[in-house]
């Protein structure tokens, strides 16, 4: 490695450190004291999909009871493209309502082949991580247009 491009040990720690930062916010959970989301209507009772990443059951469980769907598989795309496809018969068929797309674990391929199903029953959404909060985040900003800039939303204008 060329002595410009050399981090060191002291560079990869603090490199560590930012991606332990990092992975503890795609996992945060809301405080179990706070009120329930106020976008359950969004998500309640819909079959859902998680796509990419390495299927977490504990994770996939708390997902599960907080977006209040009623079923909520995960698929992984290590495999390349075939679960996706797969994936794919199963929106045209209508047996799915919802995808959560986690940004951070798949690939372009496979993300574009998702937003590029057209069917009007099932909603393909970009989740940062698969953090609860995370997962909410991408909801409100893809189904209720709400951001930082927009707090109300789309949909309250």
Request: with cysteine; charged share 25%.
């Amino acid at each position: 490695m060329a002595p410009d491009t050399d981090v060191g040990a002291s560079g990869l720690t603090v490199l560590a450190r930012e991606i332990e930062v990092r992975d503890a916010d795609d996992l945060e959970d809301p405080d179990p004291s706070d009120s329930p989301w106020a976008h359950h209507a969004c998500t309640l009772g819909l079959r859902a999909v998680i796509v990419g990443g390495d299927r977490r059951p504990e994770r996939e469980e708390v997902i599960k009871a907080d977006l209040a769907v009623s079923e909520l598989t995960w698929i992984t795309t290590d495999k390349g493209m075939r679960h996706v496809q797969a994936l794919e018969s199963r929106i045209n068929s209508g047996t799915v309502d919802l995808v959560l797309v986690l940004q951070r674990f798949i690939g372009h391929s496979a993300t574009d082949k998702l937003f590029a199903i057209k069917n009007p029953s099932c909603r393909v959404v970009l989740v940062g991580g698969y953090g609860v909060v995370s997962i909410r985040r991408g909801l409100e900003r893809h189904l209720l247009g709400i951001t930082d800039a927009n707090p109300e939303g789309a949909l309250n204008k």
